[in-house]
């Protein structure tokens, strides 16, 4: 039966009734906002939580300020340690992914058009992630203050790689009382290749995994407080609107307040916790309600639309290769090609540690914690559901945290042991230190690219290319990390093409019936990577495939592996 138009269906987190209201047309999402604001004011706890979050940020500052020196100055020495890998050859290495354009796309939208979306937001992700790239270009002064928009973005990451380097250490120091096993945990962080690699990049498991941490971090340290409760369920739901696999650690977290939080008031923390989570994600599920979109569909009438259940359903179902035991699986190809061939350290010694950790963690509830956190998102990645590579970011910290954490335990076993005069005197412990460091060299020799190779410069000049030598009225099919450089007038050239239209979205009605009108002879050019023409052949984007080969190459730039062409359509 369909629902009419005309009527929202008002939701309140709380579950108060709200007036519905009839023949409300524009401004009816105004209206379900403020009633919502009208119920949180009634909350009274909730109102005495917001106003101590001043109190509880102010006591986590002081905790900084109890510093020593000595931690300070190594603090600083990893955070230089940290900046320098990541930043060094970030706008060169690796190439823009299609994934970095469209999150780049989407912030762009926000600015210039006022949407989610620069066609149409179908649900695939929560918007904070892009809200917040839209805020950063703001604050930095546009999409291009560092060269393309693409290196914005890079640089929005670079600073959240290094707050997620402050929250490591904390984290360790926490959960091993040792400010040492803290520095080791940061810099295992900070130099694994295989983080290096992926966190250089615009995806949204990097700008969830701050919160996330952040999150962790108060709930093991201040959980008697019920502010730093407050806190830690606005950090946490942060994180679900980043990304939605931040729920993988919700279990988790539930079971760590349940166990940490005061007895008598076990309960009513966990319902608490999670109450304030519901309320931070909330306005997101609001949105969907009051457009109509929160429903598969059928529910509100037979015309197709996206939904947020709609999009949920089909991110769940989406099919991987194999289970996880077989060979040509996506979990063992990742783990095997991407994951070990990027850092075959990270991945062996991971993995023991967390087998190693849940004997820890029989001890220690600290442990415990990072453990299952750990094992939950090894078994996400196991489940034989679709892996992508970039999947493996948010158990880098983790692994991380687990291998020094390990290494500190059989420090402190070791120098509790007879041999441990002779292990920590200060001859063998510098020899022993130079063995380690040799080994790791070693495995790290052929590592070195990531600071050499330069492959982001084809992807620069085939853009460049275009906009000095194409018509503005052009119709240009372009790979996704194009997008915003293409459409937008840039320090390089003042032209712009309002018909450059992703590849990705070629088969959307805005974009095939309308402008292409299902026809790819009315397309001009098209500007494509290996990623882009892989994408388009593996997922029978019909008006592309049909453009591209029917086109003849027109130029074509390479550069230490990585391919980019233009080619023209011929008509």
Known sequence: ?????????????????LTCVSKIKKLYLINLILQIIINMSRVKQLSNNIFSLKNAFRKIFKNFAKINKTEL??????????????????????????????????????????KLAPYNYWYDHAPLGWLIISLWTLLSGGFFTFGSSINSGRVLMFIVHLVSTILIYLITKRVTKSFWAGLTASVIFSLTPLGIYYQRRVLLDNLMLPWVLASFYLLISQIKESKYLFVSAALFGAGLLTKESAILFFPTFIYLIKSQADKIKTRWAVFKWVLLVVLIISPYIIYAAARGEFFPEGVYGGNKYVSLIGAIIWQLSRPGKGNFWEPESDFQWNLAMNWFGKDPLIVVLGVAATFTSGVLSLRNKNIRYLFLLTVSYW?????????????????????????????????????KSPLGKIAFYPPFSFLFGVVVALAVSHVYKDKSFIYRQNQTITQVKAIEWLKKNVPENSVIITDTYAFVDLQSKTPISNASFEKAFDYWKSQEYIINDKALKNDWRNVDYILSSSQSRDDAFRSNLEVVIKAYENSSLVEEFKSDGHRTEIRQVRK
Not at 89 to 109: L, R, T
Not at 384 to 413: E, Q, R
């Open 73 to 114: 100055v190594l603090i600083l020495g990893v955070l230089s340690i940290a900046a320098f890998s990541h930043a060094y050859n970030m706008f060169q290495f690796p190439y823009y992914d299609n994934d970095e354009g469209a999150y780049i796309s989407q912030a762009w939208s926000v600015l210039t058009q006022g």
């Open 1 to 17: 039966m369909a629902i009419n138009k005309k009527k929202v269906i008002c939701l309140s987190v709380f579950s108060m009734p």
């Open 379 to 415: 078994v996400y990645l196991m489940r034989g559901g679709l892996v992508f590579d970039f999947y493996v970011i948010p158990l880098i910290p983790l692994l991380s945290v687990l291998i020094a954490v390990n290494v500190y335990a059989v420090l402190k076993l070791l120098k």
